[in-house]
C-alpha cells in the first residue's frame, strides 16, 4: 500500500526531527518506508494507511505549536496500534503542572490520563504497573500543582527504606545518609517542580517533608498530599498503618510495580494485598499502568514486554 502526504518543508523538518530519528523510529516500529520528495512524504508498506493517521496527527501537533520528539513518537504509535489516533491531539491540550522552568507537564498515554482523572477525584489512589510509565512524577507534579493552589499545606512523600536485598546496617554514615539514596528520586521531581531554591525553603520549613516508611508511624496527616512510592516492598502491616495515617483534607497516592517486589522470600506485598482488599471501596481508585504506558525509552517498553511474556 502507498499513501501521500502533502506538507510545508518547514513542517517536515519539525516531524523527521534531528537526524531522521523520528521517521526512522516510526519505520522500525510500523513496518513502513517513509519518503520525503517536492513537499510531500510517501508512505509504502502495509500499515502505510495506520502510518499515514499518525503523520497526520503528529503534522496537527507541529501546527499548533507543540514540539515533536521521541518520546512522543513511540506514545503516538502505540494509540494508533490500539485505535485511539484521536488521542494523540487530545492529550497535548491539557496541562497537569508547570515546572519552574516552565515546561509543561502533559500526559503522554490514555493510562496516564486515567491516573490524573482519578487522583484529582478520589480520595486514595494506587497506581500500579512497570517502570517508566510516569506514577511517581505525574503524582508528584499533581501534589505540587495542588500545594501551590492552596489545596494543600504540606507535601509529605514516603518509600519504605528497602531495594534489591540491601540493609541499611551494611551503608555508611548516620541514618539520614543511609536512607537518601532510597528517596532521591523524589528529591529529583520535587527539585523539578518547585527549583532548588524554593524546594529546600519548602523542606526546611516544614511545607515538604520525605521520609522513611517508618517515620510515619504513630502520626496523623491532615491537609496534605501524601505519596508513598515503591509501594509494593511495604509489607501487609506496614501498608495498613501507611493507609491509616491519613487526616482529615489529605489526598493520598500509593504507587509501585506489583512484579518487582524486594521483600524478603515468604513476605507478602502489602501492594497486592491493598488493592484485592480496597478494590471495591468508595473514594478508592485502582489505575493499572500497561506496557504501552511506558513513557521513559522505548526500550524499556520492549524490556518490560520481554519479561512479562517470558513470566506468562
Known amino acids: ?55 497526520t496527527k503528529l503534522i496537527e501537533l507541529i501546527e499548533k505549536g507543540y514540539e515533536i520528539n521521541k518520546s512522543k513518537v513511540a506514545g503516538s504509535i502505540e494509540l494508533v496500534r490500539n485505535g485511539h489516533g484521536d488521542d494523540i491531539v487530545n492529550l497535548s491540550r491539557d496541562t497537569v503542572c508547570l515546572t519552574t522552568r516552565g515546561r509543561q507537564i502533559k500526559c503522554k498515554t490514555l493510562g496516564q490520563r486515567e491516573y490524573v482523572k482519578a487522583i484529582k477525584k478520589h480520595t486514595v489512589t494506587f497506581g500500579v504497573g512497570p517502570a517508566g510509565t510516569g506514577k511517581t512524577f505525574l503524582a508528584v507534579a499533581l501534589a505540587a500543582a495542588a500545594f501551590k493552589s492552596g489545596e494543600v499545606e504540606r507535601i509529605v512523600l514516603t518509600r519504605p527504606a528497602l531495594e534489591a536485598g540491601e540493609k541499611l546496617g551494611f551503608l555508611p554514615g548516620d541514618m539520614q545518609e543511609k536512607v537518601d ?97 480496597l478494590k471495591d471501596v468508595d473514594e478508592i481508585a485502582i489505575v493499572r499502568f500497561q506496557e504501552s504506558d511506558v513513557v521513559r525509552h522505548e526500550l524499556i517498553r520492549k524490556i518490560v514486554g520481554a519479561y512479562a511474556a517470558a513470566h506468562k
Do not use: H, W
Open 1 to 55: 500500500m502507498t499513501e501521500k502526504i502533502e506538507l510545508k518543508s518547514d513542517v517536515l523538518a519539525k516531524l523527521f526531527g534531528s537526524l531522521d530519528e523520528n521517521v526512522k523510529l516510526i519505520e522500525r516500529e510500523m513496518k513502513v518506508n517513509i519518503a520525503a520528495l517536492d513537499g510531500a512524504i510517501l508512505i509504502t508498506g502495509e500499515d502505510a494507511a495506520a502510518c499515514r493517521e499518525l503523520l
Open 181 to 277: 539514596p532510597y528517596l532521591r528520586p523524589l528529591y529529583d521531581a520535587l527539585g523539578e517542580m518547585f527549583g532548588a531554591e524554593t524546594y529546600i525553603r519548602l523542606m526546611e520549613r516544614g511545607s515538604i517533608e520525605i521520609a522513611p516508611l517508618a517515620y510515619m508511624r504513630g502520626r496523623t496527616l491532615s491537609n496534605a498530599f501524601i505519596i508513598l512510592d515503591e509501594a509494593q516492598n511495604t509489607t501487609n502491616e506496614q501498608m495498613k498503618m501507611f493507609l491509616t495515617r491519613m487526616g482529615e483534607g489529605s489526598r493520598v497516592v500509593v504507587t509501585g510495580d506489583d512484579t518487582q517486589v524486594d521483600l524478603p522470600s515468604g513476605v507478602e506485598s502489602g501492594l497486592s494485598v491493598a488493592v484485592g482488599v
